[in-house]
């Protein structure tokens, strides 16, 4: 079975400072994992991927996560914090063998104060 | 063209009425996908389609009905719907259903059954 936590429902953060939003997975096989942003009444937009190359891995709008296997942990990271940023953040893991079936994290509310 | 279109953006109707939810993309991507959203929860996958074909149907009730004419449409009818299913729902679209591909998502359409 494979699953994905993350840990916090809700981050506040003040403009300027950074973003740690947290993941952490559970999978019997190499997982593929990803980081999905949406925005208020909007779809999804991919933030950044992990497949099994560099374990850190840097993505769109100055994020990025880091892949450790010993800690099954794919955290997403940003230096400062834009209010832009605000929106809800999803970690999402693929089993390699399964047929694109993307399993979402319960997400991560991001609220940025000026 | 990078981008998923579904129409209608947003749709109420009775419980005894039949209407269709469209999504298309013209990426040359093979594989597409039905997620329900509800209210403050993550995508739940609903439907996947292979080479316009059915791949996995996740134990959707029968008064969702999806169907894939092309390989760039793929439309969800709807009969007989109840209230709770009053949600936002996706489409997506990947190269393949390979876990190295990721999904791009459309703006989603926003359904109340009265």
């Known amino acids: 079975a494979q699953s994905v936590t993350q840990l916090d429902s809700h981050v506040s953060v003040s403009e300027g400072t950074p973003v740690l939003l947290r993941c952490n997975y559970s999978?019997?096989?190499?997982?593929?994992l990803f980081w999905y942003v949406q925005h208020p009444n909007k779809g999804l937009q991919l933030l950044l991927k992990y497949t099994s190359a560099a374990t850190l891995v840097k993505g769109i709008n100055g994020f990025e996560a880091e892949f450790k296997k010993s800690e099954t942990s794919f955290h997403l990271t940003k230096p400062s914090a834009h209010m832009s940023d605000a929106a809800e953040y999803f970690c999402v893991v693929i089993l390699k063998y399964n047929n694109n079936d993307m399993r979402f994290g319960a997400g991560t509310r991001l609220t940025v104060k000026p | 063209d990078t981008e998923v279109t579904q129409t209608p953006k947003h749709l109420v109707m009775g419980m005894t009425n039949k209407k269709s939810l469209k999504c298309e993309q013209h990426?040359?991507?093979?594989?597409m996908y039905w997620y329900k959203q509800k209210a403050k929860k993550p995508p739940e996958l609903m439907f996947v389609y292979s080479y316009e074909k059915l791949s996995i149907n996740e134990s959707v009730p029968s008064r969702f009905s999806p169907e894939c004419p092309n390989s760039s449409l793929l439309n969800l009818h709807l009969h007989a719907l109840q209230p709770e299913d009053s949600a936002l729902y996706l489409c997506?679209?990947?190269?393949?259903?390979?876990?190295?591909?990721?999904?791009?998502f459309g703006p989603g359409t926003r359904l109340t059954v009265l």
């Open positions: 990426m040359g991507h093979r594989a």
């Open positions: 997506a679209s990947s190269q393949g259903t390979s876990a190295y591909n990721e999904q791009f």
């Open positions: 999978s019997s096989y190499s997982p593929s």
